[in-house]
């Protein structure tokens, strides 16, 4: 362990002489990576199910593939498994709840009258694991969403108790903020859509502006809650049409003052959020982000360092934004150990902000602005083979989480201890 612990260090110091050679300062930009807190999705955790048990189908056009043992089947277990993930990413981060996470102890309630009693133990919980909460109402897995529609739909009724749904779950939010002393930032995704030829896409659109300005029409201490609003292009079984697109969402987060939710896989498959950033940014206070990675369509893999990544992460970097911008992962794999998932996905977006922290920005900059983009793309292929792996390394020991695959020997044990005891359904 000593000797683990001075060859990371003697790699660091080699490593901050390299980057210094080009003007990079590697303890500051440690500083600033570890002010940031990433909001892990607690959907990772078991196959995007929650607790109600009011639908057998995930449905909103959600799938969820592989069939992985050990997925959490009750509150507890999720939140074992959640702070085994944490304890294995170095920072301080934050959970995001569905709204298909309360808890009832026996008193069950439908969706459009929970109250923040139904989330007291996970408050009570992330109090007690210095966790803030980001929140999102849950418009699937629910009878009412059978058909596809809910915020949109032309039954009255139905609307309505998609809307009050909408109203507990900002009041939610704002108990959570309010509670633990952090922002929520409160999130709605709604599944509606056509499937085929769509002839009114003015109609449901309509409906979706209004029943937007009627959830919020309350208004929230800004330090308690945060409202988001999340398009889509497409989704299974809504391919055609989508009311709550990206003009739509967009228009309405600026006229509204509402932050705007990228999701990594709501565009054109070739389309990338990365170049959207500085766009909205000019126009709305603050964003969301659901990173996630979509392979062909909206698949919902693991986040991996990849292209992609970086580049959402050099524009947040480069562009000043981490103050105004909420990271939150987005994606659900059940073909692997989960809590792996979890690890891997968050670790590979925290590298990612690394390496857009160790940037040489004052030299590309110039580089630019005299109109050297020889320079400027040999100093970007240069950048590419620094020793990042050695900051990374030295940034997790200093957090006290562990270095390099190590964190992979703690799931495997937790797998063969914990999550092999986990067969059949709990009551
Ligand atoms: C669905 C959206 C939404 C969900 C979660 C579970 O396409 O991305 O954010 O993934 O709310
Ligand atoms: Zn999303």
Known sequence: MAKQQQQIEQAYARAQEQYGALGVDVAQALERLAAVSISLHCWQGDDVGGFERVSDELGGGLAVTGNYPGKARTPDELRSDFELATSL?????????????????????????????????????????????????????????ADGFTLTHQDAGIRQFWIDHGIACRRIGAAMGQALGSTCVT?????????DVTVDRKGPRERLKQALDEIFSESLDPAHNLDAVEAKLFGIGSETYVPGSHEFYLGYAIQNNKLICLDA???HPTETIADKISAVMLYVDEILLHVSRGIRWDSDHVVIWNDDLRSIAEELVRGGFLQRVHIGLDY??????????????TRAMIKALLAALLEPIDQLRQLEQAGDYTGRLALLEEV??????????QYCLSKGVPVGLDWLDQVRHYESTVLAQRTGSVA
């Open 89 to 145: 990413i170095p920072g301080r981060h934050r959970i995001n709840l569905h709204a298909c996470y309360a808890e009832f102890a026996g008193q069950r309630v439908d969706r459009n009258e929970l109250t923040p009693a139904h989330f007291q133990r996970w408050i009570d919980w992330a109090r007690d694991k210095q966790l803030g909460i980001d929140f999102n109402p849950t418009y699937f897995s629910h009878p009412h969403a």
């Open 187 to 195: 999130n709605i995704w709604i599944p509606d859509g056509m499937k």
């Open 384 to 393: 590419k083979t620094l020793p990042l792996g050695a900051v990374w390394d």
């Open 332 to 345: 659900f794999d059940a073909s692997i150990n989960r809590v792996a998932a979890w690890v891997i996905g």
């Open 265 to 267: 896989g709501h565009f």
